[in-house]
């Protein structure tokens, strides 16, 4: 493989740093040196992968002795073509593309499970006479992507539908665009992730959700990593996780801080009224709430019976062993904490931070 160009990359850990040190003890504070880990999540610029926010933020990472380098997504290369080239230690994949990766041979291995319900889902106005998806028969149904078409092929089968029940044209992901396009008729439902219905929704148009629970019940972002390094980054992937694991919970646990650290972080998406709660709200208590004992669980049943459709559009030539890829041996450390951990942090963080509170 040719070496990438290092795409743009923003240390997330310089605030976090100065929240941790500030409490934390002087011996400790002089004796440790950050370790720095260059990771790739689902969005950079989005408060929807919140824990990369509030983890620095609050000072997990930091507390675990790491500097994160987040590297921009704005990129047209593979996800996993930066950790086959070493550039990144830690992606985001999406189900299909952990799939394909292994389908073709490459060593990746998913260590944790981010996102424990998909982002993507099908939604029509509130207001609309569609009730269910087998309404949507002869409709015109808008994608976000190009990639939500798989999307829309899996949830129009569990009901007996296939893409040639439905019109499916691309249109955008703008949330302007698609308003006009759903109140002016052009189309009935559209197809995306939380983001652009958090956006939507603020845009006026209230929504209500069709996604299946086949949909729903997918894995959405997984943490992943290149097989060879394993063990070689092992005592670092723990730490990451745990500070994830951590920013995690404090969604549950204190939502108001959470929103407090995104605001402060990425003002652009409380611009409009609205879209800020509804991206942390979707994100907190849908894609990334704990569906299983342990944050980061991984579900080895639905990585199993989520192929079939994949293999029957033609995305992997053929159904894969799971211990190829799932590698559950960082869950324990992952979850080595208790609430009251991350209480004290955040308590610290929001005496710190008053004047940006949210209300």
């Known amino acids: 493989m040719q070496p990438l160009a290092k795409p743009p990359r923003r240390s997330i850990v310089s605030s976090a740093a100065a929240v941790f040190l500030a409490f934390a003890p002087a011996s400790f504070a002089d004796a440790q040196e950050l370790e720095e880990i260059n990771i790739l999540t689902s969005n ?27 590297l921009t997504t704005n990129t047209v290369v593979p996800f996993v073509a930066f950790l086959a080239n070493g550039e990144a230690d830690l992606v985001m994949l999406k189900p299909g593309q952990v799939l394909h990766a292994s389908n073709v041979g490459q060593p990746v291995s998913v260590i944790y499970e981010a996102y424990q319900g998909a982002s993507d889902g099908i939604v029509v106005a509130e207001s609309s006479d569609i009730k269910s998806l087998a309404d949507l028969k002869g409709k015109t149904v808008g994608l976000s992507h190009e990639s939500a078409r798989l999307i829309l092929a899996i949830a129009l089968g569990t009901v007996g539908l296939s893409l040639d029940d439905v019109s499916a044209p691309v249109v955008g992901d703008s949330a302007p665009t698609v308003a006009t396009a759903i109140n002016d008729g052009s189309i009935v439902g559209y197809v995306a992730g939380n983001t652009e219905f958090a956006a939507l929704i603020a845009a006026g148009v209230p929504v209500r959700n069709l996604t299946p629970i086949e949909i729903s019940q997918m894995p959405g972002n997984s943490w992943t990593v290149w097989k060879p390094t394993l063990e070689e980054k092992r005592d670092r992937f723990q730490r990451f996780l745990r500070a994830w694991a951590k920013g995690q919970h404090s969604g549950i646990m204190d939502m108001k801080a959470v929103m407090s650290a995104c605001r402060k972080r990425i003002p652009e998406q ?43 559009f033609g995305e992997i030539s053929q159904t894969i ?34 004047d940006i509170l949210y209300n």
């Open 321 to 354: 062993d799971i211990d190829t890829f799932l590698d559950s041996s960082f869950i324990e450390a992952a979850n080595d904490f208790t609430t009251d951990d991350v209480k004290k942090v955040v308590k610290s963080w929001k005496e710190s931070n008053k």
């Open 270 to 312: 409380w611009e409009v009224a609205g879209r800020g709660e509804a991206i942390v709200n979707l994100s907190v208590y849908h894609t990334q709430v704990r569906r299983t004992l342990d944050y980061g669980e991984l579900q080895r049943d639905v990585w199993e019976n989520i192929q079939g459709p994949y293999v029957d």
């Open 44 to 70: 950079d610029q989005s408060c929807s992968p919140y824990p990369q926010i509030v983890s620095d933020e609050f000072g997990f990472f930091a507390e675990e002795g790491l500097k994160v380098n987040l």
